[in-house]
């Protein structure tokens, strides 16, 4: 319970979902076994990610939507957007002092991307499962980068690699207004009780 405290209230601070998620805190402290409530006390995650230009440009950003859609994720922010040197700067600070940063920055401002936030329980650890190791040419059949590509650079998408940098990286892109709440009728059908 201590764990999924510190990390619902870790998404708290970056998302900015202050006020139903600290009320949702103070409920969960008192009723552990409420399920809805639950729910949110920390097993289910947003994580970010972005379809790259290259997959914008080769015409398979649906079909890594798709992927994402048919896995069971939910998608509950999506939007366009063009990078700016500044922003690919701060986004890959991590790695601005490598030799090959320049590729870096020039594949992400080539053409827009597309930015998600995608929800589900450990969505952060299944999103990058289902992206694969960096080189699209080593990258396991099966995953997206397997699957879509033969580069290190242009490798179709970034996803968020913990919880921490996924708050981080969401609020980096994405306002409160991006987020939208809604009920999927098929939640009932995508886990069972006991996972809730
Ligand atoms: P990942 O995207 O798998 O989390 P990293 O955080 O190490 O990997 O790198 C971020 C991005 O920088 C990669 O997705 C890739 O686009 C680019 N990159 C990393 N290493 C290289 C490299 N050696 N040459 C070219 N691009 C690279």
Request: glycine share 6%; charged share 25%; aromatic share 10%.
């Amino acid at each position: 319970q201590i764990e999924r405290t510190r990390r619902l209230s870790l998404q708290t601070q970056h998302c900015g979902r202050g006020n139903r998620y600290k009320e949702t805190l103070s409920i969960v402290s008192k009723c552990e076994t409420y399920s809805h409530f639950c729910i949110f006390a920390g097993v289910m995650e947003r994580t970010f990610v972005i379809v790259k230009p290259c997959s914008l440009q080769r015409g398979i950003a649906g079909e890594i939507i798709t992927r994402f859609e048919r896995k069971g994720l939910k998608i509950v922010a999506l939007k366009m957007y063009r990078f700016t040197k500044e922003k690919c700067a701060e986004h890959y600070s991590h790695l601005v002092d490598k030799p090959f940063y320049p590729i870096i920055e020039k594949s992400m401002m080539a053409a827009p991307v597309l930015l998600l936030c995608l929800e589900g329980i450990d969505a952060v650890a299944v999103v990058r499962e289902m992206t694969g190791s960096t080189n699209g040419r080593k990258a396991a059949p099966g995953t997206l980068r397997g699957d879509y590509c033969m580069s290190h650079q242009e490798n179709v998408v970034h996803a968020s690699d913990s919880l921490e940098n996924a708050a981080k990286e969401l609020s980096r892109f994405f306002t409160e207004e991006d987020y939208f709440d809604y009920d999927q009728a098929v939640f009932p059908y995508l886990y069972a009780e006991d996972e809730l």
